[in-house]
């Protein structure tokens, strides 16, 4: 018997397989029931740990994009947990975008199943998109209204009520440190406050999800800062992010989960340091040496659990246990570092160095 889950009611019916969507939990070879964001009902919800049947906000399963013959987004699938921000990641061009904008009903996909607040994506796209807060990769401020006029007519977009809407917009412009320009229209504002502008609009809703794509792109580091440190206080306040970054810092510091694409496919997913220390290393050796020199370090690094990589006139060394014993050696190269294993180490290691897009 196979037990086949469609939209919000579990079927089960002999042969029945592709509807099936979700986690399906088995004990002592016996399949006991569903979870996942689709699934309201359990077929023997008593049996199944209640930490397991955790409730996703977002699901999206096989989602896939073709722009005419050309795959942008191949079948990929992710959960995102409440309260969990999860750091969406890849080279230029790899589809990250896109999925967002299918997430949005913006672009329509090609095939695949997203649910929403566990509403089916782009069906109850009304429904859905009145509880999300979104930052676009592009500006899509009104130009010809002021700073204020922005964050009134987006409350208005969600039927805010003007006693509630006027309240929000205060608090929010004195959140992103825009208050003294609240009288400003869109040109004159820098490019640092017009994406904490376009943050305070993403708010404005009292969104349950908020959807980041490059929230600091093009940012000095000031701004940068002020925006990264308000988006750890919605972190810590239970907000639910999706968010997109080449800042691989920042997204390290703040995301519980990461998600690297690359062409369109999911290349790792996980909790950042777990993968950083599992498929990286503990530290890194950054050498610049001659070639000779460099060939000599690599045989001393044999001695150690790491891994090589020769860029141009740098070694790289991915050390997986404490290589402290070789510093000695590395010592006599000129120019040498040595520092934590990070996300950027991690990302080039699964995405390669070449330019994408050139
Ligand atoms: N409307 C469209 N028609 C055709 N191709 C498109 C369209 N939108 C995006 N693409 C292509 O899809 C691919 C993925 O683009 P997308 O914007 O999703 O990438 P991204 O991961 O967000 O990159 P970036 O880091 O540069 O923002 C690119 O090759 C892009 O040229
Ligand atoms: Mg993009």
């Given at each position: 018997m196979l037990y086949c889950v469609k939209r919000e009611t579990i079927f089960w019916e002999?042969?029945?397989?592709?509807?099936v969507w979700g986690r399906e939990w088995w004990r002592g070879g016996e399949s006991i029931g569903y979870t996942g964001?689709?699934?309201?009902?359990?077929?023997?919800?008593?049996?199944?740990?209640e930490a397991l049947g955790s409730q996703a906000v977002v699901s999206v399963f096989g989602l896939t994009k073709r722009f005419g013959e050309r795959?942008?987004?191949?079948n990929i699938s992710f959960d995102i947990q409440r309260g969990q921000c999860v750091g969406f990641l890849g080279p230029n061009g790899a589809g990250k975008t896109t999925c967002i904008n299918m997430l949005l009903g913006l672009v329509e996909k090609s095939a695949g199943k997203i649910r929403i607040f566990d509403l089916e994506a782009p069906r109850f796209h009304r429904e859905i998109k009145a509880r999300i807060g979104v930052v676009p990769q592009a500006d899509s401020l009104?130009?010809?209204?002021?700073v204020e006029e922005n964050l009134h007519t987006y409350a208005g977009y969600f039927r805010i009520p003007r006693r509630i809407a006027r309240a929000r917009v205060e608090e929010l412009l004195h959140f992103f440190a825009l208050h003294n320009r609240?009288?400003?229209?869109?040109?004159?504002?820098s490019g640092g406050q017009r994406r904490r502008l376009l943050l305070a609009r993403a708010l404005i809703n009292e969104p349950e999800l908020l959807i980041l794509d490059?929230?600091?792109?093009?940012?000095d580091p000031q701004a940068r800062h002020l925006i990264w440190e308000r988006l750890a206080i919605l972190q810590a306040r239970g907000t639910t992010m999706l968010l997109t970054s080449h800042y691989l810092e920042e997204v390290s510091r703040l995301s519980q989960q990461v998600l690297i694409l690359d062409h369109g496919q999911v290349v790792v997913q996980g909790e950042p340091q777990q993968l950083i220390t599992d498929l990286v290393g503990l530290e890194v050796f950054e050498v610049d040496g001659t070639p000779s020199e460099l060939d000599a370090l690599e045989v001393s690094f044999r001695q150690c659990n790491a891994t090589q990589e020769r860029v141009g006139d740098k070694l790289y060394v991915y050390a997986k246990?404490?290589?402290?014993?070789l510093v000695k050696v590395v010592g006599t190269s000129g120019n040498w570092i040595r520092r934590p294993a990070n996300l950027e180490d991690l990302f080039i290691q699964l995405t390669g160095r070449s330019l994408r897009e050139s």
């Open positions: 002999e042969g029945c397989d592709d509807a964001a689709m699934i309201q009902a359990i077929s023997q919800p008593e049996s199944i740990p795959l942008v987004v191949n009104d130009p010809d209204l002021s609240r009288e400003e229209i869109i040109e004159h504002l490059e929230p600091t792109i093009g940012l246990e404490d290589c402290s014993r």
